[in-house]
Nanobody, 117 residues
Framework: QVQLVDAGGGLVQPGGSLRLSCAAS????????MGWFRQAPGKEREFVAR????????YYADAVKGRFTASRDNAKNTAYLQMNSLKPEDTAVYFC??????????WGQGTQVTVSS
């Protein structure tokens, strides 16, 4: 089992920045990728970004390309999502994920990001 703790959400003005973190514990040696999904009120949960822990290859949704950057610190079993140039439409609960080598997906508890003036 893998446990994930989301952190770093908050209220920010349009154009501002936030950095989310996702700390993993438990069977961290089994994790292949870490990432984020988000869910806005009344909408389906959607993919945002992910990063492979070995090699650091990243993948992004079109809506966040060029604004969000995923990174990881393998020594700390932690992944980060740097979010710049935030827009009101980025407002959502952001959920951290970890996929292991058997393609099981684990979820964090979520952190609220609100972009508003």
């Amino acid at each position: 089992q893998v446990q994930l703790v989301d952190a770093g959400g908050g209220l920010v003005q349009p154009g501002g920045s936030l950095r989310l973190s996702c700390a993993a514990s438990g069977r961290t040696f089994s994790i292949d990728t870490m990432g984020w999904f988000r869910q806005a009120p009344g909408k389906e949960r959607e993919f945002v970004a992910r990063i492979r822990l070995s090699g650091g290859t990243t993948y992004y949704a079109d809506a966040v390309k060029g604004r969000f950057t995923a990174s990881r610190d393998n020594a700390k079993n932690t992944a980060y999502l740097q979010m710049n140039s935030l827009k009101p439409e980025d407002t959502a609960v952001y959920f951290c994920t970890a996929d292991d080598l058997k393609q099981s997906r684990y979820w964090g508890q979520g952190t609220q990001v609100t972009v508003s003036s």
